[in-house]
T-cell receptor
Framework: EDKVVQSPLSLVVHEGDTVTLNCSYEVTNFRSLLWYKQEKKAPTFLFMLTSSGIEKKSGRLSSILDKKELFSILNITATQTGDSAVYLCAVRNSGGYQKVTFGTGTKLQVIP | DTAVSQTPKYLVTQMGNDKSIKCEQN?????MYWYKQDSKKFLKIMFSYNNKELIINETVPNRFSPKSPDKAHLNLHINSLELGDSAVYFC?????????????FGPGTRLTVL
């Protein structure tokens, strides 16, 4: 069964800090890894990673994938209170069913 | 607005009732999903449809029955509701299932069973 484990489960930091969120996975026939941010409502898409070692960047957020060691990290620099959310990691397999498996999420709280 | 929409946003009902949640996407996607998110925020896939055909059916009680009248719609009907069905149900859609595409989520339907 496909499995996604995120750590830490929760994190409290001060504004301006840099955080690193971790995601490790076991999946049959890996196709892609996705990061989402969930505030009060629906998850919103951040990044999709398919190749090892290529950093994806969007403003203060960046992410990288290691397909050999089966993990990804999401970095947030100069955190702001608006970054407070649950960050979800998911993996999609390339089997006939294209299943997407989510991790339990990391709850990030940024305090002023 | 191009989006994934769900109705209703909130649903409060008694045990034993039957209810439906509707989902529509106007993004031109051909794959749609239903997820259940529990109180601990764990998102678990329930069903996936590709071009109106069921392609994923996880271990979900057969009280839950999805129906896809066309590519843009995926509805979820729940019979004989139980307390444990209380959760947020998210609909999502994505581009062709053969590719590495992200999913776009609807706003969720918070179901409370009393």
């Amino acid at each position: 069964e496909d499995k996604v484990v995120q750590s830490p489960l929760s994190l409290v930091v001060h504004e301006g800090d840099t955080v690193t969120l971790n995601c490790s996975y076991e999946v049959t026939n890996f196709r892609s890894l996705l990061w989402y941010k969930q505030e009060k409502k629906a998850p919103t898409f951040l990044f999709m990673l398919t190749s090892s070692g290529i950093e994806k960047k969007s403003g203060r957020l960046s992410s990288i994938l290691d397909k050999k060691e089966l993990f990804s990290i999401l970095n947030i620099t100069a955190t702001q209170t608006g970054d407070s959310a649950v960050y979800l990691c998911a993996v999609r397999n390339s089997g006939g069913y294209q299943k997407v498996t989510f991790g339990t999420g990391t709850k990030l709280q940024v305090i002023p | 607005d191009t989006a994934v929409s769900q109705t209703p946003k909130y649903l409060v009902t008694q045990m034993g009732n039957d209810k439906s949640i509707k989902c529509e996407q106007n993004l031109g996607h051909d794959t749609m999903y239903w997820y259940k998110q529990d109180s601990k925020k764990f998102l678990k896939i329930m069903f996936s449809y590709n071009n109106k055909e069921l392609i994923i059916n996880e271990t979900v009680p057969n009280r839950f029955s999805p129906k896809s009248p066309d590519k843009a719609h995926l509805n979820l009907h729940i019979n004989s509701l139980e307390l444990g069905d209380s959760a947020v149900y998210f609909c999502a859609s994505s581009l062709p299932s053969g590719g590495a595409y992200e999913q776009f989520f609807g706003p969720g339907t918070r179901l409370t069973v009393l």
